[in-house]
């Protein structure tokens, strides 16, 4: 009687495991973006305490295509990854370029937009940025970023600047903390350009598009994240086909800013 009430027993928790297991798995009706809020255009803390530009439309859109919620998390850049490993978000919209670095860390969306990389300095300072012509002078960039692996491979004669924040390369350069600035091509103008504090410099040489880059900026997951990684994918696409997407991003740049995806 004893070892068939066992046996009895072991039948009915062999049984609840996978109904258990169903229980956990996370339906997605709720999900918790990690966004920066120090990236203009494309995130940005408003005067009235509340999160707005490219990055936060588009979270809000892929959240409404997939009928969830959407919950904003505020982190600093540096701690993206990590916050995300600690289960502080679901998912990561913060203009992350895909780079098979950060494949190692995360799994990646389809990218959601691409736009290349400029140089910025003094008008009439560098006719151009290749490695000789930048030999000697110091370059401030984004750390953490396939930016400053590339200045770190590319630039070995120039001494480099390390910032936390992208804004942070041009506030730096204002500064004179440094020669010239490596950052994105809409940052650039939008932020710093365009703005007062932006009178005096340009743009050097040519956009760049980074070898090993991985094809453009996308939306981060914990790795194994499957399901949402697909429900994400396929509202990507479906805001691309309805016009939400072109909508969106009308709002703030003059040129296409999807890498034709």
């Known amino acids: 009687m004893t070892s068939r009430r066992h046996l009895l027993a072991a039948s009915a928790a062999a049984l609840l495991i996978p109904a258990a297991s169903r229980a ?39 959240c409404q295509k997939m009928g969830a919620e959407c919950v904003l998390v505020q982190q600093e850049w540096d701690g993206m990854m990590p916050a995300l490993a600690a289960r502080k978000f679901d998912m990561i919209v913060a203009s992350m370029t895909i780079s098979e670095e950060r494949r190692k860390a995360a799994d990646f969306s389809d990218p959601y937009y691409d736009v290349p990389s400029r140089w910025v300095a003094k ?55 440094g020669d010239i600035g490596f950052g994105s091509a809409v940052v650039s103008s939008e932020a710093f350009l365009k703005k007062p504090e932006g009178q005096g410099f340009a743009q050097v040489g040519a ?24 429900k994400v994918n396929a509202a990507l696409k479906a805001i691309k086909a309805d016009g ?17 995806t």
Do not use: C
């Open 244 to 260: 939400t997407y072109k909508r969106l991003a009308d709002r703030y740049f003059d040129f296409d800013v999807s890498g034709g």
């Open 123 to 177: 008008a009439g300072r560098f006719r151009n940025h290749d490695p000789a012509s930048l030999k000697g002078a110091r370059i401030i960039v984004l750390r953490n970023s396939p930016r400053a692996k590339h200045v770190a491979e590319q630039y070995k004669e120039s001494s480099v600047l390390l910032v936390n924040k992208e804004t942070d390369v041009y506030l730096e350069l204002a500064a004179g903390r």
């Open 24 to 62: 956990q798995a996370p339906d997605w009706k709720r999900i918790r973006v990690g966004v920066e809020g120090n990236y203009p255009p494309f995130s940005r803390l408003g005067p009235d305490g509340k999160l707005a530009g490219f990055d936060i439309d588009i979270a809000m859109a892929l």
């Open 207 to 230: 956009p760049v598009r980074l070898d090993g880059g991985g094809g453009g900026v996308g939306i981060a997951f914990r790795k194994g994240e499957n399901v949402l990684r697909e």
